[in-house]
């Protein structure tokens, strides 16, 4: 990544642990730090590259949006997070391969639901809310699958 403040120049390798920084217009300033070394000062602009770059890993893998809601799958580090707003109101949400979901209502209600356990004894409409949510989980993470063999990636 690369950071660009005024006459200062600051560039991240991939893995964050190795930092280049030159002055613009100035070859006298050229200087590479490992993070450890990194001077203080400019500790500001590192965590500042190390947000966006958390916001861009965070980019959804796979969205669908229609008239019954909007849907994501998103990568964070090695987990898959889903994401559903449905347009009931509901929305819900699911580290992939975890025992819970969290779901909420547009009115502020939250409820953290066990889906190994039995979902047949939530109301009706929040078991429809839920089964909607998971069919299109199964969609996004089919596109997510698709898009990673293109790639030539692992799964």
Do not use: W
């Amino acid at each position: 990544m690369e950071i660009s403040s005024g006459k200062m120049l600051l560039l991240i390798t991939g893995d964050g642990k190795k930092i280049f920084i030159a002055k613009r217009n100035d070859g006298k300033f050229n200087k590479n730090y490992s993070l450890m070394d990194l001077p203080k000062k400019y500790h500001i602009f590192y965590n500042y590259a190390k947000k966006v770059c958390e916001t861009l890993k965070q980019t959804p893998a796979a969205k669908i949006s229609n008239e019954i809601g909007k849907f994501a799958l998103t990568k964070s580090s090695n987990d898959l997070y889903f994401e559903a707003n449905l347009i009931s109101g509901y929305k819900v949400f699911y580290q992939i391969g975890g025992n819970t979901l969290n779901l909420s209502y547009s009115d502020g209600e939250e409820m953290i639901i066990n889906i190994k356990e039995k979902v047949s004894s939530l109301n009706k409409e929040i078991q429809k809310a839920i089964r909607i949510s998971f069919n299109y989980m199964d969609e996004c993470l089919r596109i997510y699958d698709k898009s990673k063999e293109d790639l030539g990636q692992e799964k």
